[in-house]
């Protein structure tokens, strides 16, 4: 396990910058996740952090040492890729013990290795089969074997589950999870999907444009998001955003008056974006009255479009809905958890 620090990371493809000067700090035996859009630059980060991609400018530091020109096989990390890599011809236990021996391991060092592996991850019965042999979410936890028979001191992946499907990436996402808890390794992992990011990272790292938006907890980013970038997304449904002005002690919008969060920012006069989740409307007699345009029910809650005024938003109740397309109903967002944004920057005022 290792402390790894990014200090003003940029990079480079000829006249084209990818990364803006990116500071980032990892604890030891952190889990944290780059998380963005695609084209953001977050996996081009993390290849810069295994040596895969030689940095432009800036610093980056793996237990104390600076790695800018260490070779990657000196620098004692293990990287889980996507397409998991595994050599075809070899079994699973060939695959996860070929590291060691490239290093010169003796085969009592190697077995020790790949067993403890192997019992970390279920792989036991596995051991003797071929990749062909095996399932996505198999062949997925034997590239993390081959990651940890070398035990090193951070640990890198690279949207290990983009190929899994829905069902199996949840049971994936648990997977890791514990296989981290186990290991209180540091763990840096990449991904485009900010629902893995949000059930599984100890500290989430949001990017855009090879610039980092925002980092900290899950909840923290969820609550108190720093800018609407960050606001709209993590949350799944999206944050609803209206673009309005406040007067009268109220943001008014679409034709309609809304209730200022609590700790509203901004001036009566302002052009500002109002920031409200799905979850976080409610249905209330003597609301904003609503017409219905679609309604998705999920089974654990009913996600209702509608138009308030001019301006349509998303709703996601825990109710269940009786209303049809064209009729109205009667909503009200919770000041409490609502946000406004500066209309320019689109940082966030309350």
């Not at 890791?176 to 790292?205: C, F, G, N, P």
Request: hydrophobic letters at 45%.
């Amino acid at each position: 396990m290792a402390h790894v620090s990014i200090r003003q990371a940029r990079k480079s493809f000829g006249a084209t910058q990818i990364l803006h000067g990116v500071s980032v700090e990892v604890e030891d035996g952190e889990f944290v996740i780059l998380v963005g859009p695609s084209g953001c630059g977050k996996s081009t980060l993390l290849r810069m952090i295994a040596g895969l991609e030689n940095i432009s400018g800036g610093e980056i530091a793996i237990g104390g040492r600076v790695v800018n020109d260490v070779p990657p096989k000196q620098r004692d990390i293990a990287m889980v890729f996507q397409n998991y890599a595994l050599y075809p011809h070899m079994t699973v236990r060939d695959n996860m013990a070929f590291s060691l021996k490239l290093a010169g391991a003796t085969r009592v060092e190697i077995e020790e290795h790949v067993q403890r592996a192997a019992r970390i991850l279920d792989l036991a019965p596995l051991l003797a089969r071929y990749p062909r042999q095996l399932s996505g979410g198999q062949r997925q936890r034997v590239a993390m074997g081959r990651a940890i028979v070398r035990d090193p001191q951070v640990f890198l992946f690279d949207e290990p589950l983009s190929n899994l499907d829905a069902k199996l990436r949840v049971q994936m996402r648990a997977e890791i999870k514990e296989l981290h808890q186990r290991l209180q390794s540091t763990i840096i992992y990449v991904t485009h999907d900010q629902i893995e990011a949000m059930t599984m990272a100890d500290k989430i790292v949001v990017m855009q444009a090879g610039r980092v938006e925002q980092v900290g907890a899950p909840l923290e980013l969820y609550d108190r998001p720093a800018n609407r970038f960050v606001a709209g997304f993590i949350g799944s449904p999206a944050m609803n955003f209206l673009a309005g002005r406040i007067a009268d002690g109220a943001f008014h919008a679409g034709g309609a008056a809304w209730p200022l969060p609590n700790a509203a920012g901004g001036v009566n006069g302002a052009a500002v974006v109002y920031g409200i989740r799905p979850e976080h409307m409610m249905l209330s007699p003597g609301g904003l009255r609503a017409t219905v345009q679609v309604i998705e029910p999920t089974g654990s809650e009913t996600h209702v479009i509608a138009r308030v005024g001019s301006a349509s938003l998303v709703c996601a109740f825990r109710e269940r809905v009786a209303a049809r397309p064209g009729e109205t109903i009667e909503v009200l967002p919770n000041p409490a958890l609502a946000h406004l944004f500066d209309e320019q920057t689109g940082n966030r005022l309350n």
